[in-house]
């Protein structure tokens, strides 16, 4: 049993997860991650029309097209000037227009489920087919054999079995070669981790590939987060289930406090990376202290030890003429050296002054 806490200077909420995580963290506050300024607007004056025309306008002073992911991008980072309630009813209207996101994970889950499904049926499949190819050899073993000590019905017998099964095996081998060439090609088109419920690892890549090439294009300021657990909390957890509840814990936060135009993906060996649209360096060391912040106000205990989750964050650019592999290679680069820094977050040597 792993028991989370929420520390709050009015209150403490403890959450008790159980190692399947039956439960979630539905009560955890969403924190907003900040903008470049901290001007308020008074809610009687904000609407969405004005709202809509204030993002148009500072997509207009920048010559960054209005195509709906530039659009997005500058919609909530405008937003975060507004007063939380007029936030509030304008994230509801998001949530009723974005339902098929998660009808989507929902989708991709169910494949997942057939995929692993399959696959279990292939290799059975596998094994059937190797049965066959051994019988056939007992046939043609027999039929070398001495005839004196072998009965002609038996022959005769196994010879029609032996053609029904050569017939079947073709059919078999067949089946198995397009059901495996299918599965192949929905895992290549799969977009969701199916542990975490972010993007996987190949469509982030492919994110930040698109992202790159908008970068070369328009000259605009993005970058990538790549994020871990420090090893201080990485040598407590001993066993393959601990670590996935905890890692299930920090997806669930990251996706509960990130913009909704913020890509978040699940890389492998424990870390996950975000892509920030229109984000410079500053905005991203603001939104790496947000994320840091959350982690840390959220506890667990894992057996006698009580521990404040935390993040080590290494922050790249994307910027032209640097590949979208190097982008995420320096932010790799960046989050290693955090670890082993034991700090918050380091920016690549190369983006640090920018």
Do not use: W
């Not at 809509?52 to 500072?58: H, R």
Request: with cysteine; aromatic share 8%; charged share 25%.
């Amino acid at each position: 049993m792993i028991r989370l806490e929420k520390n709050d200077s009015k209150e403490t909420e403890s959450i008790d997860l159980d190692e399947n995580l039956h439960n979630d963290l539905e009560n955890i506050d969403d924190l907003n991650i900040d903008t470049n300024t901290n001007t308020s607007i008074d809610s009687p004056q904000a609407s969405l029309d004005s709202l809509s025309n204030e993002v148009l306008s500072a997509l207009s002073s920048q010559n960054i097209p209005p195509l709906p992911a530039n659009y997005q991008a500058f919609f909530e980072q405008i937003l975060g000037k507004y007063d939380l309630d007029f936030q509030k009813k304008i994230y509801d209207l998001i949530e009723t227009d974005t339902k098929n996101d998660d009808r989507n994970i929902d989708f991709e889950k169910n494949i997942y489920i057939a995929f692993a499904k399959t696959k279990d049926l292939l290799k059975c499949t596998s094994s059937i087919y190797k049965s066959f190819i051994l019988m056939n050899d007992i046939y043609e073993q027999l039929i070398k054999a001495d005839k004196t000590n072998v009965d002609s019905q038996m022959l005769d017998k196994l010879r029609q079995n032996k053609d029904y099964i050569d017939k079947q095996v073709i059919t078999l081998k067949s089946l198995y070669e397009q059901c495996s060439h299918a599965l192949e090609n929905i895992n290549t088109n799969t977009m969701y981790d199916s542990k975490f419920d972010v993007y996987n690892k190949r469509y982030f890549i492919k994110l930040v590939q698109e992202e790159s090439i908008a970068v070369n294009k328009f000259n605009h300021n993005s970058t990538i987060l790549m994020m871990a657990l420090p090893y201080s909390i990485t040598q407590y957890l001993n066993n393959e289930q601990m670590a996935l509840v905890v890692m299930k814990t920090v997806a669930k936060l990251l996706l509960k406090t990130s913009r909704r135009s913020d890509m978040i993906g699940y890389i492998g060996n424990g870390i996950f990376g975000m892509l920030l649209k229109h984000s410079n360096v500053v905005s991203s060391k603001r939104a790496s202290d947000r994320l840091i912040e959350l982690l840390q106000n959220t506890n667990i205990f894992l057996g006698s030890n009580e521990l404040s989750l935390n993040l080590n964050i290494g922050i790249s650019k994307i910027k032209p003429n640097r590949s979208a592999q190097d982008s995420l290679n320096y932010a790799i680069l960046a989050l290693r050296l955090a670890q082993q820094n034991k700090v918050k977050y380091v920016v690549y040597k190369e983006d640090d002054n920018d």
